[in-house]
């Protein structure tokens, strides 16, 4: 199935010890770039989040974004060192007790002393697999959005083909119009300047001729090519470096086909033809 490369997903999980939020966002790349944003708490388990996006996803910049809110509860337990804050208060006493002015001893002042005050310490297990689940569920979003985008892209792409199939058939039929045309246009001219010719001599030349402006291959080739991209838009994979390849060969041989041309009809084809291309080729460099 087509996938786009631009899409966003955002999942959300409530726990016992706080809420658990993911936030995906995908945009273009020629490589799968991620980029992971996360508290320092759960960057333990960074590189088993990373291994799970990429057996998900094969190309785009990947920016994931995860958020753990504590619960107030978790957030207002304060945990006090009473051997380390009984140790301060009694040295506090002591150097009192030099001085000839002596000083209450500040409760606030005490706590902010390092190593009195102890953060609780959370049990992490049930947050990170809780996390874990949750980045799946986020990635089935991502990507079932990344599908949905690439359906309507490949519809665009398909309708495109059409048109530059009906664009080589119509050139096909035109081209024996075309030939005999440009040749009767070479022999009018040549009576109009009255000039000698030797009619053996202008066959070979017509003949050669013909062959210059000669472009069966270059339309077959065409009909190969879209043939091939409609058959890779039917692929269950990543298909945007082979799509991309088959612009290329489209263009070249649109190209060709210009550079044959002796007629504005072919000329006007050509122009066409590179002007489809490249609106295939903009929607091609989002797809995965």
Partial sequence: MTKSMTAFARTQQSLAEGDIIWELRSVNNRFLELYLKMPEDLRSNEAAFREMIQKRLKRGKIECFL???????????????????????HAC????????????????????????????????????????????TALDDLIANREREGERMRDLIIQRC????????????????????????????????????NNDRLEQELVHLAQKMDVDEELDRLDSHLQEMKDILNRD??????????????????????????????????????????QMREQIQNIE
């Fill in 93 to 136: 006493h002591e150097i009192n007790d030099l001085l000839h002015q002596p000083s209450e001893v500040d409760p606030i002042e005490v706590l902010q002393w390092p190593g009195v005050v102890q953060e609780s310490k959370m049990d992490m297990k049930p947050v990170l697999e809780a996390a874990e689940a949750c980045l799946e």
């Fill in 237 to 278: 994979e990543a298909v945007g470096r082979r799509l991309d390849f088959l612009m290329q060969e489209l263009n070249r041989e649109a190209n060709t086909l210009g550079s044959k041309s002796a007629d504005v009809s072919s000329t006007n084809a050509s122009v066409e033809l590179k002007v489809l291309i490249e």
């Fill in 162 to 197: 059409d048109a530059v199939q009906q664009i080589v058939d119509q050139t096909r039929d035109k081209m024996p119009e075309i030939l005999t045309r440009y040749q009767q246009r070479l022999r009018d001219r040549l009576d109009e300047l009255k000039v000698e010719v």
């Fill in 67 to 89: 958020r753990f809110n504590a619960n107030d509860q978790q957030a207002e337990t304060i945990n006090i060192n009473q051997q380390q804050a009984k140790s301060l208060v």
